[in-house]
T-cell receptor, first 115, second 116 residues
Framework: GAGVSQSPRYKVAKRGQDVALRCDPI?????LFWYQQALGQGPEFLTY????????KSGLPSDRFFAERPEGSVSTLKIQRTQQEDSAVYLC?????????????FGEGSWLTVV | AQSVAQPEDQVNVAEGNPLTVKCTYS??????LFWYVQYPNRGLQFLLK????DNLVKGSYGFEAEFNKSQTSFHLKKPSALVSDSALYFC??????????????WGLGTSLAVNP
């Protein structure tokens, strides 16, 4: 597609519910990132993929967070047993390749509210 | 440790006046620097980046930024502000020596308000 596409745009989850957030990066982009952005804050890195390989997951806040990109294209961020502090915007981003400082393009974000 | 600072939470300017949004950084080597803009309820949009070469970088929507190595700064500028420039601006840095770690380190953002 023309840009990074994320779904759902808005999600309200009851505490304890599992959620799955989808990211469809720009076609052909090798690198894919997930960021978490709390209200009034800058993005915080969660995890990074190069093709299907998850090279860095140091930003995932707990073992309730899991991300995958099995075919090196679409990625899913899963949050198990959601808690109120998980409420944030989850931003997916992609860039063309891993070897050079390419521009990172962001999706519109998935706005998660845990009630 | 890598870090980015945006010292101003908010910047207010009158339409037609020049604007500056400040950013300073700390990395171990030569940085890759980025500016992004975020409109309400929207994702981050790329404005410009500095990788190497000319210290003055021109980007989208008439914005430019000047890389100053001695002051470790990368301030965003525009000669004449528009009301439609009102948004949240983020500065980010990547350490090119960070190996496979491609993540960006972000500032906390500066809210720009352009008054008619």
């Amino acid at each position: 597609g023309a840009g990074v596409s994320q779904s759902p745009r808005y999600k309200v989850a009851k505490r304890g519910q599992d959620v799955a957030l989808r990211c469809d990066p720009i076609s052909g982009h090798v690198s894919l990132f997930w960021y978490q952005q709390a209200l009034g804050q800058g993005p915080e890195f969660l995890t990074y993929f190069q093709n299907e390989a998850q090279l860095d997951k140091s930003g995932l806040p707990s073992d309730r967070f899991f991300a995958e990109r099995p075919e090196g294209s679409v990625s899913t961020l899963k949050i198990q047993r959601t808690q109120q502090e998980d409420s944030a915007v989850y931003l997916c981003a992609s860039s063309l390749s891993a070897g050079t400082p390419n521009t990172i393009y962001f999706g519109e974000g998935s706005w998660l509210t845990v009630v | 440790a890598q870090s980015v600072a945006q010292p101003e939470d908010q910047v207010n300017v009158a339409e037609g006046n020049p604007l500056t949004v400040k950013c300073t950084y700390s990395v171990s080597g030569n940085p890759y620097l980025f500016w992004y803009v975020q409109y309400p309820n929207r994702g981050l949009q790329f404005l410009l980046k500095y990788i190497t070469g000319d210290n003055l970088v021109k980007g989208s929507y008439g914005f430019e930024a000047e890389f100053n190595k001695s002051q470790t700064s990368f301030h965003l500028k525009k000669p004449s502000a528009l009301v439609s420039d009102s948004a949240l601006y983020f500065c980010a840095v990547r350490d090119p020596n960070a190996g496979n770690n491609r993540k960006l380190i972000w500032g906390l953002g500066t809210s720009l308000a352009v008054n008619p």
